[in-house]
């Protein structure tokens, strides 16, 4: 057996009209939910890549800034 039932002579063509209606505006706010859903999980993916690539960028500049303050130092003990 279907799952789905066609809407039988129990109903006015107006009844069915409001039927439809009803199912499909709630079909289109499930839908605009699940668009919302999916684009705030977009949004926090991103945002935790752009933390973690901010994370490694400020320790490469770090890591660059240590080694010409060394370079700097050797520099200047052969003077």
Same mark, same amino acid.
Not at 27 to 45: D, E, P, Q
Not at 58 to 66: F, G, I, M
């Given at each position: 057996?279907?799952?789905?039932?066609p809407l039988g002579n129990g109903f006015s063509s107006t009844e069915k009209?409001?039927?439809?209606?009803?199912?499909?505006?709630?079909?289109?706010?499930?839908?605009?939910?699940?668009?919302?859903?999916?684009?705030?999980?977009?949004?926090?993916?991103?945002?935790?890549?752009?933390?973690?690539?901010?994370?490694?960028?400020?320790?490469?500049? =770090?890591?660059? =800034?240590?080694? =010409?303050?060394?370079?700097?130092? =050797?520099?200047?003990?052969?003077?």
């Amino acid at each position: 057996m279907s799952a789905f039932r066609p809407l039988g002579n129990g109903f006015s063509s107006t009844e069915k009209l409001h039927l439809c209606t009803a199912l499909l505006s709630e079909s289109g706010h499930s839908i605009h939910f699940l668009m919302i859903l999916s684009s705030n999980w977009a949004y926090l993916k991103d945002a935790s890549k752009m933390q973690a690539y901010q994370d490694i960028k400020a320790k490469e500049e =770090q890591e660059l =800034q240590d080694i =010409q303050a060394r370079s700097k130092e =050797q520099l200047n003990s052969y003077t």
